[in-house]
């Protein structure tokens, strides 16, 4: 029989019966569980309930809207979180360098995240403005140009809202994929700066192979609650015009609007096949590093 | 410096410049326009002909429209921010010290729950909350927006404090079962203490996640009296000729506290948030 | 103090058995040492007299009392920790005066019992340090303070100098082993090192795989290790053991003859076994050739070849051989022990 290390940092075996230490531990849990089962379990199965009638999703892959917020949330998906993650990536290497301005920059770099939605939105859409706002008055002041209309024309208008969207979600990820890079021992980089290797083969070989995981993990991560991007369409276009800029996570919120519940819940069940699998993946790799890293 | 190098810093710089414009030009924006009339506003110039303080002025006396009740909007964004913070903390603190330190049974499949609500994007479950608000007859009061938070708030609050909790020696708690603690004696003597920079990171976390949220604001809330300055920044776009200078000075205002408190607690968040989101 | 006794105890984590029933009793005011390599149970079971683990199967008492349902808190015992486990935001008298502050002991008790175990430690200059501030042996000291200040009734130790570099080790025994003489409390000790096991115990349990595989005061275990297991793991270097067979008076081995007092079965397959230091170079006897000379100044450690397999020997003083050097080597017939091949175990 092969000896077994028992570690010397390993959790207590859990104590026989309800004895006082379980007792509090439930009482402790009790508050959360409470939240959980009043604000999370009972209003997602209410809605899963009003969502049963099949007629709702007749009428709904029957509204041209709901086609165009489809299109819509595809398209931003799949541009917006992959640009993203791109600027990330580049500069997460950036920010890195160990320069006294670099921090500072970066500590400037994090404030779109930080502020609130409303004002910076909105101050984008102000600057989008197609008669007032700042650009088009510049664009015509120095290069004699007319501005296009940035919110009223479709296309545009969603290409902007994506842009509000990395504007305020790039300095969270840039961090993340810095931490990433932050965890490369130094030393790797060194041995291959003496095998001769090239800034990009350094990339190739020493920094994406350690990076990948992260990398793909947080895409991954991104690409469900960039789906739940609500801010960033409806603060800039409010989904006009013509109802032709919507995506799916305002959407919801239109019907509501229009107090029809039953269409809001049945969006948010249709987009629950892409979701909830990403979703089952994210919970898998967390809770499978704990068990790797709890040994 | 050499050449070599001198090239090297060029082209940070190179990186450096357009990321600074692309950062604060949207600010630099608010800013101008809070300090400009409403005519040079709209002049689209980079800086006002006669900058002024004015509109800041209006917006404290409540002297527009949309004003009216501005001193009540922003004590009810700080209200439920507060309480926000404050529940969430309460209630992620002692979940983590079960799951963590207790080894609570079902400590687990509770963990995961929180993290399934974590990764759902919370536009998904505005709908449900705002229908089952309706069901606790707490539509339009301030507890609604406060408890519809701390759901949102409280998975991330406990995975972070689960992991800051988890690289706590186990022998700690040995150690203080031995000298004769009890779970409650642990908890505020050994476990508080050592856990404080988390508890500020998360406090702060809740704090800001409240303060500068919109969706769930103005769906569960719409009485005048309860609406926080979110929602009543909200307002100015229902008309088009909206006083626009005014609504920028409002909001800088409402963007100052959060940026603010970022900057002071700066070195917590960014702590908390890289070992807390996702792992490398 | 008190008495402390184990019956029959069995543990298993999961479907692995770790303690097969160990039985061991341990006398009033005695310093047992549980030594033994990395998973053999000895913490386990220092962990079950803590109240820190589940008791499997069988019964723990302390002073006669059963304790086996009784909470840590209620067992009157102290522990110190391999890494010492000192509350890091507390001073190190918060520290010490822990265990009597969560029984609401007032000040000045507190204040009394943490003066009484800093003056016997020589802990009263840090009174005020916080652990991250104190070098490893001062916080080790720090934990033998919070122990001492309880004054329980038994002395858990789980291998406190393991953490402690080389010299400071060495230090920390005398200081346990002083503390020990000077309080008298019943203590049970587990290492890893059998070093620490000879030099500060009473008496010794070796343990192995989770059964206890000899009991007994220290010399006692190096004069006449019950096995082959003991043989090996007590002593420093370890004992010279090979296989060999038994034949009038002689064992077989190695292609040599290999004298010992000890009889056997004729033919017995037998391991034969001579510590380092009754091995000794004369004019005459088994062939071997000198691999690697050690001085270690006031003695020298040679490996030394015979029949493929490379054995140890201690000598006195300097050594007047080289490597490579054809030497004769001669074993001190009465200290050979014999073990049976198959089962291990002691002949004679």
């Known amino acids: 029989m092969s000896s077994i290390a028992i570690p010397h940092t390993a959790s207590p075996t859990p104590r026989r019966g309800l004895s006082t230490w379980q007792v509090w531990g439930l009482l402790l849990l009790a508050p959360y569980v409470l939240v959980f089962l009043v604000f999370v379990l009972y209003p997602v199965s209410y809605g899963l309930w009003l969502a049963r009638n099949p007629e709702s999703y007749r009428t709904l892959f029957e509204d041209p809207v709901f086609f165009t917020s489809v299109l819509n949330t595809i398209f931003f998906l799949l541009v917006a979180v992959n640009l993203k993650f791109v600027l990330a990536l580049y500069l997460s290497g950036f920010f890195v360098h160990e320069r006294r301005w670099i921090r500072w920059l970066s500590v400037i770099f994090i404030i779109p995240w930080a502020v609130p939605a409303i004002p910076t939105i909105f101050s984008i859409r102000f600057m989008l403005n197609p008669e007032w706002g700042v650009i088009n008055s510049l664009l015509f002041r120095w290069f004699q140009i007319d501005g296009p209309n940035w919110l009223t024309n479709p296309q545009l208008a969603m290409a902007m809202a994506m842009l509000v969207h990395i504007w305020k979600a790039l300095p969270f990820w840039t961090l993340i994929l810095m931490a990433g890079r932050l965890a490369i021992p130094k030393e790797l980089y060194e041995a291959a700066s003496v095998d001769g290797a090239t800034a990009w083969q350094k990339f190739k070989y020493v920094t994406w192979p350690s990076m990948r995981t992260l990398y793909i993990t947080s895409t991954l991560l991104s690409l469900i609650w960039t789906l739940g991007d609500f801010n960033s369409v409806y603060l800039l276009t409010g989904g006009q015009p013509a109802d032709k800029t919507h995506v799916l996570a305002t959407l919801g919120i239109r019907y509501i609007r229009l107090d029809q519940l039953d269409h809001a819940m049945a969006t948010i069940v249709v987009a629950l096949p892409f979701v909830l699998p990403l979703v089952y993946f994210m919970m898998k790799r967390l809770s499978g590093d704990e068990q790797k890293t709890s040994q | 410096m050499t050449n070599r190098k001198l090239l090297s810093e060029a082209k940070l710089w190179l990186v450096a410049i357009p990321v600074l414009l692309w950062t604060l030009i949207p600010i630099y924006h608010i800013f101008l326009f809070s300090i400009s009339t409403k005519d040079s506003a709209f002049s689209g110039r980079l800086w006002p002909e006669h900058p002024t303080l004015h509109n800041f002025v209006t917006v404290f006396k409540q002297e527009h429209f949309y004003l009216h009740h501005f001193w009540s909007q922003i004590w009810n964004s700080l209200w439920i921010a507060v309480a926000t913070g404050v529940i969430t903390l309460t209630v992620a603190t002692c979940a983590a010290f079960a799951i963590s330190r207790l080894k609570v049974k079902g400590g687990r499949t509770v963990m995961n729950a929180a993290l399934f609500t974590y990764f759902i994007p919370a536009a998904f479950l505005a709908v449900p909350m705002y229908k089952a608000m309706g069901t606790y007859g707490l539509l339009n009061s301030r507890w609604s927006l406060v408890l519809a938070m701390v759901t949102l708030a409280s998975p991330y609050a406990i995975w972070v404090l689960k992991q800051a909790s988890d690289k706590l020696p186990w022998e700690l708690d040995e150690a203080a079962r031995i000298d004769g603690a009890t779970p409650a004696q642990l908890f505020r003597l050994v476990y508080l203490p050592l856990m404080v920079p988390s508890l500020v990171a998360i406090f702060t976390y809740a704090l800001l996640l409240a303060w500068n949220e919109y969706l769930y604001a103005f769906l569960l809330l719409s009485h005048e009296n309860t609406i926080p300055l979110a929602v009543g920044l909200g307002h100015f776009l229902a008309s088009d000729d909206s006083p626009w200078e005014i609504l920028m000075a409002t909001a800088l205002i409402y963007g100052l506290p959060p940026a603010a408190i970022y900057y002071a607690f700066r070195g917590y968040m960014v702590g908390g948030l890289t070992s807390g989101a996702v792992k490398a | ?348």
């Open chain 3, 1 to 348: 103090m008190a008495s402390v006794s184990f019956s029959g105890i069995e543990k298993s984590f999961g479907s692995t058995k770790v303690l097969h029933g160990i039985s061991l009793d341990i006398a009033d005011g005695e310093f047992m040492v549980l030594v033994g390599p990395s998973g053999c149970g000895k913490s386990t079971l220092l962990r079950m007299l803590a109240g820190l683990e589940d008791i499997g199967a069988g019964e723990i008492a302390i002073d006669g009392r059963a304790v086996n349902d009784l909470d840590s808190k209620d067992r009157d015992i102290a522990m110190v920790f391999q890494s010492y486990a000192l509350y890091p935001h507390m001073t190190v008298r918060d520290n010490m005066g822990f265990s009597l502050k969560l029984r609401k002991d007032n000040r000045k008790k507190i204040a009394e019992g943490v003066s009484r175990a800093a003056k016997i430690l020589n802990l009263d200059p840090y009174l005020d340090r916080y652990p991250r501030e104190l070098s490893g042996g001062q916080r080790q000291r720090v934990a033998m303070g919070r122990a001492i200040v309880r004054d329980p009734k038994v002395f858990l130790f789980d291998e406190p100098l393991s953490n402690l570099d080389a010299k400071l080790r060495v230090a920390m025994r005398a200081e346990i082993k002083a503390l020990h003489q000077r309080l008298k409390t019943t203590t049970v000790y587990v290492t890893h090192d059998q070093i620490e096991a000879m030099t500060m115990a009473d008496r010794i349990a070796v343990m192995n795989e989770g059964r206890i595989e000899q009991l007994g005061e220290p010399l006692e275990l190096y004069d006449r290790p019950a096995n082959r297991f003991v043989a090996q793991f007590i002593g420093s270097p370890a004992m010279n053991v090979f296989e060999g067979v038994y034949s009038q008076g002689m064992v077989q081995a190695l292609g040599a003859y290999w004298p010992c007092e000890v009889k056997a079965q004729e033919g017995q397959r037998v391991a034969y076994g001579i510590r380092p230091e009754h091995l000794s170079l004369q004019e005459g006897g088994i062939t071997a050739q000198i691999e690697v000379v050690e001085p270690m100044g006031a003695e020298t450690e040679t490996l030394v070849k015979v029949g493929g397999q490379n054995l140890t020997m201690m000598t006195h003083g300097r050594s007047s051989v080289g490597p490579g050097e054809r030497v004769f080597l001669a074993p001190q017939p009465a200290q050979v022990h014999l073990f049976d091949a198959a089962s291990g175990r002691r002949i004679g």
